[in-house]
């Protein structure tokens, strides 16, 4: 059995697959799923897991170079907001793109891990850095 990391066998399988620039998406409830990408759906209930603690357990264990967010999310998520900011503090380039721009880059994921988040525009394509 695993002693650290991720114990989601599918998350810790995604994560050691990625080569630098391919993409995860970590998602609310709500955002639609592109047909053929995968899906680790780790949704219990509305709000668990949350998107802010999946997303801190992942980049725990992800080399993070850059990270998209829904422009939206500025103004009505203010703790998602938070986050970006937080990560941007951390050396992680943020981009900002229309809802529309973000679902339509979505397609080109590796995996989706949906959480239970049910507040608006939570939602993060992380982008794969190097570890060297």
Known sequence: MKKHGHLNRDIARILASMGHTDSLVIADCGLPIPPGVECVDLSLKLGQPGFLETLDSVLADFQCERAVFASESQDRNPPVAAKAAAMAQDG?????????????????????????????????ILHSGVIF
């Not at 380039?93 to 397609?107: D, G, I, M, N, Y």
């Open 92 to 124: 992680v380039a943020l981009e900002f793109v229309s809802h529309e721009t973000f679902k339509a880059r979505c397609q080109a994921a590796r995996a989706v891990i949906r959480t239970g988040e049910s507040t608006p525009y939570a939602n993060v």
